[in-house]
Structures are given as structure tokens and as C-alpha cells.
């Protein structure tokens, strides 16, 4: 009795159940490029430093377990539509008329073989049903004349109910498959964000006010510092680093600016008739 598993073939068909392996092994090689991006993810992350009591722990935590189940769910699936599935002329029968016992996305591919044979019925070499084609098989003798090209039908009605049969079923499952695929990829967005929180805004350091009359800071980083009100008089800032400094009403006096000018001497040239003071603002790099 022919018999095709699903795994050889010739011409079109052939090249048509390669087509959909190789977009399945794709599948996989994705789904697995995935998965190690987020379980190497998971050891570079700051997950470990994330307090158990903030939702972003939580968050990780469901992140990444929901990512790789989904994406095993995902791999499953592929392999199932890589899974060779037997074909009998006897499957080929009750996929003609009544089938049962299979799971959902079987009995859509059984049933799909069944609309085809029906849709083409050229595929039939001019019988009316594969039943009737299996009950000329079994009555024949085996010097029958014609007897090989009638097995040649029926390994042709094999070869082509294998290839819808997988057709069938990744038509079948792609839609669990991209799903497997959507949730993974939110997984790992999740988990990204969750595990990785951006550094806190720090406060500028302040000197607000500060008395620094005479002050040796020559040299010192300032960067950043909220100098607003201080007193700078007869201060030295020789080379000091202000860059980002709030300088707001900053009292100048004598004050040595960081690029070695003094204060009074970058006053206005009207400073003695507007009593204007002058001031390191336009001399901080050193």
C-alpha cells in the first residue's frame, strides 16, 4: 500500500513544503535569538538590585517568566508544523469524507486534503473518489494491466495530500506562533524597562548664600553648584571648574576669576558714574 511521510516529494510540491520548512527553521533561529538576548539580559541587567517591594521588581519578574514561555510556547509550535506527519491512502479516504479524532489544527489540515481532492478532481485520474480508487487497488491482482500507473496515482494523491496537509497546518498555527512571538518581544520590553530604572535626578550641590569672602578655591570644582547669593569677595577661583553653576546675585569684590582676571577689573567703562561692580560673569574657563 503507498505510503508517504511527509518528508519527500518531487517537482512543485516538493518545493513548496521546503519553502514552508525553511520559513519554520527561520522561526525557530528567531524565537532562539530572542530568548538569548533575554536570558543574557537577565544576568547584565540591575534586576538583582531592584527592591522586592516596588512594582518594577514585579514587573521583571512577570516580564521575563511570561517572555520565555511564550516564546517556548512559540518554538513548540514550529516544531509541531516541522513534525512529519504520516499520510496513508487510508487517511487520504476519511479525509474525502468523515474525519475525527485529531486535534483542531489536524483535523483543519485533514480537512483541508479533503477540499482539495474535492476542488481538483483531475487529481483523481478519473475516478470518482479516493474509495473507489483504494477498493480498485485491493480487487487487483498484481499482473494487472495498469496496475502501476494507478499506484503512481495514488502516490501522486499522497504526495500532493502531504504537501496541503503541512500547508494546512502552518496556515493553521502562524497565528499562535505570532502570538508566541508578540508576547515574548513584550516580555522582554517589559523587563528591559523594569529592571533597568534610569539613574535618579540628582540636586545640584548648594552653596546658597554661602559667606566665601577670602577664599582659597583655586583649582576646585564647582561644577554644577548653586552658588545663587554667595559671597565671593576677595575670593580666589584660579582655574576653578564652574561649568553649570548658578551664579544668581553672586556678590563680586577682589574676586579672582577662573581665567586669572579680578573681578573689579572687568567692570563697565562707565562703572564709576553708574556705581556698577564689576564681576567674573564672561571669565569662568580658566
Not at 537577565?42 to 512577570?62: K, N, Y
Amino acid at each position: 500500500m503507498p505510503t508517504a511521510d511527509n518528508a519527500e516529494g518531487t517537482g512543485d510540491l516538493a518545493e513548496s513544503r521546503e519553502l514552508v520548512r525553511s520559513a519554520s527553521k527561520w522561526f525557530i533561529a528567531g524565537l532562539g535569538g530572542i530568548g538569548a538576548v533575554l536570558v543574557a539580559g537577565s544576568q547584565l541587567s540591575s534586576v538583582g538590585a531592584l527592591d522586592p517591594a516596588t512594582p518594577r521588581f514585579w514587573v521583571a519578574i512577570v516580564g521575563v517568566g511570561a517572555g520565555l514561555l511564550a516564546i517556548m510556547w512559540a518554538m513548540w509550535r514550529v516544531v509541531d508544523v516541522l513534525s512529519p506527519q504520516p499520510w496513508s491512502f487510508e487517511d487520504i479516504v476519511s479525509a474525502w469524507g468523515e474525519d475525527g479524532g485529531y486535534t483542531s489544527h489536524e483535523k483543519a489540515a485533514r480537512r483541508e486534503v479533503g477540499e482539495y481532492l474535492r476542488s481538483h478532481p483531475t487529481a483523481l485520474g478519473g475516478f470518482s473518489s479516493p474509495a473507489q480508487i483504494l477498493e480498485v487497488y485491493r480487487e487487483s491482482e498484481p499482473d494487472r494491466e495498469g496496475l502501476g500507473d494507478l499506484v503512481a496515482l495514488m502516490d501522486a494523491m499522497l504526495d500532493k495530500a502531504a504537501t496541503v496537509s503541512l500547508q494546512a497546518r502552518f496556515q493553521s498555527l502562524r497565528w499562535q506562533i505570532a502570538a508566541g512571538v508578540l508576547l515574548g518581544a513584550t516580555g522582554i520590553i517589559a523587563f528591559a524597562w523594569a529592571a533597568n530604572p534610569a539613574d535618579p535626578v540628582q540636586p545640584k550641590p548648594s552653596l546658597v548664600n554661602a559667606v566665601l569672602t577670602n577664599a582659597d578655591l583655586s583649582g576646585a570644582s564647582l561644577r554644577n553648584v548653586d552658588l545663587t547669593g554667595a559671597d565671593l569677595t576677595g575670593a580666589d577661583l584660579t582655574g576653578a571648574d564652574v561649568a553649570g553653576a548658578v551664579l544668581d546675585e553672586v556678590t563680586w569684590g577682589g574676586t579672582t576669576c577662573p581665567d586669572g582676571t579680578n573681578s573689579d577689573a572687568n567692570a563697565p567703562a562707565n562703572a564709576s558714574s553708574t556705581g556698577a561692580k564689576g564681576s567674573c560673569v564672561g571669565h569662568l574657563t580658566p
